[in-house]
């Protein structure tokens, strides 16, 4: 089903093929589900392996050591005085932030997406270049937030980015035949 529209004031037809465009959700939409359930499968193992507190440990776990004496040593053995276990557990989860490698590489592959989709001179491309900004700051302020909630550590959310930034180039790599098509979606004509 194609749709057309006159845009009177500069004499040019926008044609959308309707039938192109769903598919073209569908196809974005499942590359991105296969990246995120990638991503969630691999930062959740890391995170169980490498166990690195989070900034707000002490806070969370409220460790009783008043009757120990400490001096320029690190506690060893401690018991947390928080009740629920769920939040302990999760405090020791910091490397490396899953949030922003999901913000990051939807980010990121949702702006390629739309590079690779469309053609040098269509409204697509011009779509895409006002988009991307947007997006990337939009990801960018999620490792900040993680941050700034002493959630994460600098180094976790860098390689959060960095990880989703990589698991985006690499989808689009590997997808780039199945994304690229000949036919764009969305088509400005001048009338004659």
Not at 84 to 93: A, E, H, M, P, Y
Not at 104 to 125: E, H, K, P, T, V
Not at 126 to 144: A, E, H, R, W, Y
């Amino acid at each position: 089903m194609i749709l057309k529209k006159n845009l009177s004031s500069e004499n040019k037809d926008v044609t959308i093929n309707k039938c192109s465009f769903i598919f073209s959700i569908f196809k974005i939409l499942s590359i991105i589900l296969i990246g995120n359930c990638f991503i969630s499968i691999t930062v959740n193992s890391i995170k169980y392996l490498v166990g690195r507190l989070r900034p707000n440990f002490i806070d969370v776990c409220k460790p009783d050591i008043t009757s120990q004496i400490c001096v320029n040593d690190f506690y060893k053995n401690y018991n947390c005085i928080e009740e629920d276990k769920k939040k302990v557990i999760d405090s020791r989860l910091s490397f490396f932030s899953g949030h922003t490698a999901y913000a990051i590489f939807n980010a990121l592959f949702i702006c390629i997406y739309g590079f690779m989709r469309s053609s040098n001179d269509s409204i697509g491309r011009k779509i895409s270049l006002f988009l991307t900004p947007f997006l990337i700051i939009c990801g960018i302020f999620v490792g900040v937030t993680r941050i700034t909630d002493n959630k994460h550590h600098l180094s976790d959310v860098i390689v959060g980015g960095a990880y989703g930034s990589i698991i985006a180039l690499c989808l689009a790599y590997i997808f780039k035949n199945y994304i690229k098509e000949n036919e764009d979606v969305i088509s400005c004509e001048k009338e004659s």
